[in-house]
């Protein structure tokens, strides 16, 4: 999957061989924005002006245009989940909140950083890249299967 950014706004881009077209769609947002080119500059044009277009029009009519993502989560988790990952924020010395934003970054990293452009990666707007590597804390790591697993020798 490719993806494109632009004034904040990002789009997953694929290709339909059967029509020998480009088309991409405005993630993170619940309004659908869409947008295609027979070319990779006429598709990134056809992205520029649909995001353009889409703020002209929530401002014509008075909407609040859609941001991605305001840094507020809210959910639910099993209760053993919760005391574990508490037990190891505690353990690794950082608030729930800052560990949970470490390892949720870090999962997040793992499967959309590699399609993002290297300016947007971790919200680095300077465009040096910045790598990233899998952390074992005292007690453990994020897993992507959600668990947290105690320490072992790799």
Known sequence: MNTMTYNGYHARIEF?????????????ISD?????GDSVAELKKAFHE?????LETCRKIGKEPQRPYSGKMMFRVAPEVHRRAALAAELSGKSLN?????????AADH??????????RHGNKQGTRIESSRRVSEIGTFWSDGFVKQRQDY
Request: a negative charge.
């Open 50 to 54: 649909a995001v353009d277009d889409y």
């Open 16 to 28: 339909d061989a059967e029509d020998d077209v480009f088309f991409g769609r405005i993630a993170g």
């Open 98 to 106: 800052q560990w949970a934003e470490e390892v949720l970054g870090e």
């Open 111 to 120: 499967y959309a950083e590699p399609r993002l452009p290297a300016r947007e």
């Open 32 to 36: 659908v924005i869409g947008f295609h």
